[in-house]
């Protein structure tokens, strides 16, 4: 069974800024909900964790897992996706910020800015050739694999297990510290 989890809340989060590959760690509140999910899921069997780098994921897998013989390892290819320039920027969609406020509300006519942002095709490619390579040979010998990542990372992975149109991307609604089974 594959598996995945958002990280804990931030203060990023708590301010509605765009967060995207800026390393922001947990707040109180991110590791509490840490916390609360390892007891909430510690009858959950996992084989192996695979985890973005940045911090509020990798420390929101370590607390989840504590204390468990589930290794945890680290992948690029499941980072946030980039958002350039408009890292940090507050109230996108409060403020009806473009092309952020489309990317959140319509993400089927997204277009990339050309500040260095990640486009959906950039992130459903890595994201997917991860699923490939290194997911599904796991889940064809049976074991049990969690990811734990990010909001928009995470909902590029359920859209392709779903085989969902990029305009549902985010219809599963990923909430942080919830488990959320991929069959």
């Not at 390892?38 to 964790?49: E, G, N, S």
């Not at 350039?84 to 952020?100: A, C, L, S």
Request: glycine share 8%.
């Amino acid at each position: 069974m594959l598996y995945i989890m958002r990280h804990g809340r931030t203060d990023w989060n708590d301010l509605h800024k765009l967060q995207g590959r800026t390393d922001i760690p947990l707040n109180a509140q991110g590791l509490q909900m840490a916390r609360e999910a390892a007891q909430r899921y510690k009858d959950v069997h996992f084989d192996v964790c695979y985890t973005s780098p940045l911090r509020r994921a990798l420390t929101t897998a370590e607390i989840l897992l504590e204390g468990r013989d589930v290794p945890i390892i680290p992948d690029e290819r499941l980072c946030e996706m980039c958002f350039g320039v408009f890292e940090g920027m507050e109230g996108v969609i409060d403020r009806k910020i473009e092309p952020m406020y489309t990317f959140f509300k319509h993400p089927e006519l997204y277009t990339t800015p050309a500040e260095g942002a990640e486009s959906l095709a950039e992130l459903f490619a890595r994201t997917g050739a991860f699923l490939e390579e290194t997911v599904q040979p796991l889940l064809d010998a049976g074991k049990d694999v969690l990811i734990v990542g990010h909001g928009a990372m995470n909902s590029s992975i359920v859209c392709q297990r779903r085989h969902l149109p990029v305009s549902e991307f985010w219809s599963a609604g990923i909430e942080n510290c919830k488990l959320m089974e991929l069959p």
